[in-house]
């Protein structure tokens, strides 16, 4: 099975305070993307595409110049000029139209089954194995979902949006909310909405965008992200977003959705405070084997 690996780079990496996505972690500057390039690599992944922003260009190309040389086909895909739909509502526009826009920006590179994630996570080697596996064994209209425990993917610095599921007994996905601001205190997970404070087992399972889809899915999206150009046009923050798209697809049954639980242990940098703990864990694999010294 050729696989495309997609990675959502575009964001403006605000609560970080930078480009998070190009921020060296490893012993020889390698970034997060590096190490799920890697582990894709290993997984049987034949392409790979960066979803960036057009700044963001010339600093891509020369940190991947001489990296995965021959062992992966690379592409860009450029968010901020994908413009097919909202050029009328441009003006005055700062954040991006969120992840399913991203999605419909690299659409042309896009020819077959396809995995998503984020840059900025790191996702370790069993999930991309897992998610391959499961990939082989899709019905039509089947989409995949990675599922992480809540508690393992929280920030100790911050509060984090999270995709939180809804799973039935065969693991599929019943329903999926795009929730915000989920924080922790002591041993307690909670967030709150309109006014009113909720909380969350440890063990639910969360979205860490990492999907997997079928090519036929990108007609589907692009007509979700039509209606809700149409709706929200006049709000300059209003994103798309994979997760509440894909709940829409599955109220209209018009997809399924595996769930496909994973063992990896997760890293992530939504803050400027999580990066000594990514960079000790990307450390710790290194000198236990798990990685080379250098990725490349």
Known sequence: MDLTLVVLAAGMGSRYGGNKQLDGIGPNGEIIMDYSIHDAI????????????????????????????GKIEMAYAYQNEYTEHTADFEAGRKK??????????????????????????YYGQESFAECVEAMKNLKDNEHLIMGYELVN????????????????GDMHLTGIKETLAIGKDGDKIHYTEDGVEHTLSPDTYVSMNFW????????????????????????PKAECFIPVEV????????????????????LGVTYQ???????????QM???????????
């Open 212 to 235: 997997g889809f079928p090519a036929s899915v990108l007609p589907e999206f692009e007509a979700k992200f039509v209606d809700f150009v149409k709706d929200n046009s006049d709000d």
């Open 153 to 168: 993917t929280l920030s100790d610095h911050g509060t984090v949006n999270r995709g939180v599921c809804q799973v039935d």
């Open 247 to 266: 709940d829409n697809l599955m109220k209209e049954g018009k997809a399924q959705v595996k769930v496909v639980p994973t063992s990896a242990s997760w």
């Open 273 to 283: 405070e999580d990066k000594p703990h990514v960079v000790n864990g990307i450390n």
């Open 96 to 121: 991006p139209w969120g992840t399913t826009h991203a999605i419909l920006s690299a659409k042309e590179h896009i020819n077959g089954p396809f995995i998503v994630i984020n840059a900025d996570d």
């Open 286 to 296: 290194v000198a236990d084997g798990v990685y080379p010294e250098e990725v490349k």
């Open 42 to 69: 290993n997984a049987g992944f034949t392409k790979v595409v960066f979803i960036i922003r057009t700044d963001l260009k010339e600093a891509f190309e020369a940190h991947y110049k001489d990296r995965f040389n």
